[in-house]
């Protein structure tokens, strides 16, 4: 499992992929990513020391994910990250969560408030219908304005039954006006019954990526480790 990389393309920064006691919420029929997990806080940081001490800081900017929810990390965890950040000059820091933490995301941005924060919710679509009729995604809002309040980015999932050039067109064009930046990722096959559509993969490439693939505010993932952590 490669847990350090650095994204180069676009906004440059660090990630990391670090553990957590897992996601709370596990309702999602397309993700399976939920199973690097650990309820031992204290292994789960042991591990995150290890992954977090390879920040260098050379970007000024970090992303942290894992399996689930910043929330879910632990406080030794979050303790560390603020230090590591702090002593590396690190200013920006990216975080995930669910929307179920929307209004927990103030606290912690007190709580971060020694660096610019920026959130990124899995919200995968705005076609409510799809989000919460088959992905189970649990977002029981409709107003993308409402949606983004408290996030700064967002998380789009492509590739699925169900969508079509024109539905990922405006999920894109909605992404970008509610959120500072997206993050496209084309649907893989995991060991979920959700299996991509490679039809609509295919349009996807042909008449979107194109036109998407040099914004400075879309990342593309492909494949799912494109950000170079992951397996």
């Not at 000024?60 to 632990?74: A, P, R």
């Not at 990250?81 to 179920?100: D, P, R, S």
């Not at 699925?160 to 990922?168: A, N, P, R």
Request: aromatic share 10%.
């Amino acid at each position: 499992m490669d847990r350090y990389s650095e994204i180069t393309d676009k906004l440059k920064r660090e990630i990391v992929l670090l553990r957590g006691k897992g996601c709370v919420y596990k309702k999602c029929t397309f993700c399976d990513y939920h199973l690097d997990c650990l309820d031992d806080e204290e292994e789960n940081f042991k591990l995150n020391k290890l992954v977090l001490d390879k920040i260098t800081g050379k970007y000024g900017e970090v992303e942290i994910i894992n399996s689930g929810s910043v929330f879910e990390l632990g406080s030794p965890t979050l303790d560390y990250i603020k230090k590591i950040c702090n002593e590396k000059g690190v200013h920006t820091v990216h975080f995930e969560a669910h929307y179920l933490y929307d209004d927990k995301i103030p606290a912690l941005r007190e709580e971060f408030k020694d660096f610019t924060l920026k959130m990124k919710l899995g919200l995968e679509t705005f076609d409510y219908n799809l989000r919460e009729g088959v992905y189970k995604k649990g977002i029981p809002v409709r107003d993308p304005e409402v949606i983004s309040k408290n996030f700064d980015e967002a998380n789009f999932l492509f590739g699925l039954d169900g969508q079509s050039l024109d539905t990922m067109q405006r999920d894109i064009e909605l992404g970008l006006k509610y959120f500072e930046r997206i993050c496209i990722n084309l649907m893989c096959d995991n060991s979920t019954t959700v299996k991509p559509n490679k039809g609509v993969i295919e349009e996807f490439m042909q008449k979107l990526y194109p036109k998407y693939k040099n914004d400075m505010c879309v990342d593309i993932l492909v494949n799912n480790t494109d950000f170079g952590v992951g397996e």
